[in-house]
């Protein structure tokens, strides 16, 4: 009887021995009690890869529009920054229909069309209409702007909830964008200004 509990007692000591350490990384407590650290986590928790994606994209296309529709001069620097609207637009669009918490709504809609205005405004360049081209663009901008109040606007949405919790992330992502749209747009237009440029008619 002595050697079986001698037995059991060294297989279970080897047995401890043999199992890795297991390593649990938490927070520091202090850290965790600050109420600043629970906001943060608690407006991160909205928003997900798929929605900073989508909504950089939407800001994108805001702060960049309007250097694209005010600039009377069509140069190689409007088709340059163009393709960088189109393309941040249409990944704001697909993005929104991976976006459902309560199911398909009115903006999922609204960039269905805009993806649909989107390619009348290419075709209508390739085939030389530049009406087409300029009001489905005025559109797409003026739809986006209003999707993107009604995100900022409306309390319960994701933007809202972290401008509230986390707002030093939020105006910081915000900030950084803007100066990627302001260094951006203004490497293009020095480097490609006048470059075959044309009038756009007045519309």
């Known amino acids: 009887m002595l050697a079986v509990v001698v037995w059991l007692t060294s297989a279970r000591a080897l047995s401890s021995m043999t199992q890795p350490p297991r390593i649990v990384v938490r927070a520091p407590t202090v850290?965790?009690?600050?109420?600043?650290?629970?906001?943060?986590?608690?407006?991160?928790?909205?928003?997900?890869?798929?929605?900073?994606?989508?909504?950089?994209?939407?800001?994108?296309?805001?702060?960049?529009?309007?250097?694209?529709?005010?600039r009377r001069r069509r140069d190689r620097a409007h088709r340059v920054l163009g393709v960088t609207w189109v393309s941040a637009m249409v990944l704001n669009c697909v993005t929104s229909f991976f976006i459902h918490p309560h199911g398909l709504t009115w903006l999922h809609g609204l960039a269905a069309f805009a993806l649909f205005s989107v390619g009348l405004a290419m075709w209508g360049i390739l085939h030389g209409d530049v009406r087409m081209h300029r009001r489905n663009m005025l559109g797409c901008y003026l739809g986006?702007?209003?999707?993107?109040?009604?995100?900022?606007?409306v309390p319960t949405r994701a933007i809202s909830q972290?401008?509230?919790?986390?707002?030093?992330?939020?105006?910081?992502?915000?900030?950084?964008?803007?100066?990627?749209?302001?260094?951006?747009?203004?490497?293009?237009?020095?480097?490609?200004?006048?470059?075959?440029?044309?009038?756009?008619?007045?519309?």
Do not use: D, K
Request: a positive charge; aromatic letters at 10%.
């Open 31 to 70: 850290l965790m009690a600050r109420p600043g650290y629970r906001n943060y986590l608690s407006g991160m928790e909205h928003f997900t890869p798929i929605i900073a994606v989508h909504a950089s994209c939407a800001f994108f296309v805001l702060l960049l529009g309007p250097v694209q529709l005010l």
């Open 162 to 203: 972290t401008l509230a919790s986390s707002p030093v992330i939020l105006l910081g992502t915000a900030l950084g964008i803007t100066l990627l749209v302001a260094a951006w747009s203004g490497t293009i237009i020095r480097t490609y200004r006048g470059t075959g440029a044309q009038r756009a008619p007045s519309s």
């Open 144 to 153: 986006t702007l209003a999707a993107f109040g009604f995100a900022v606007g």
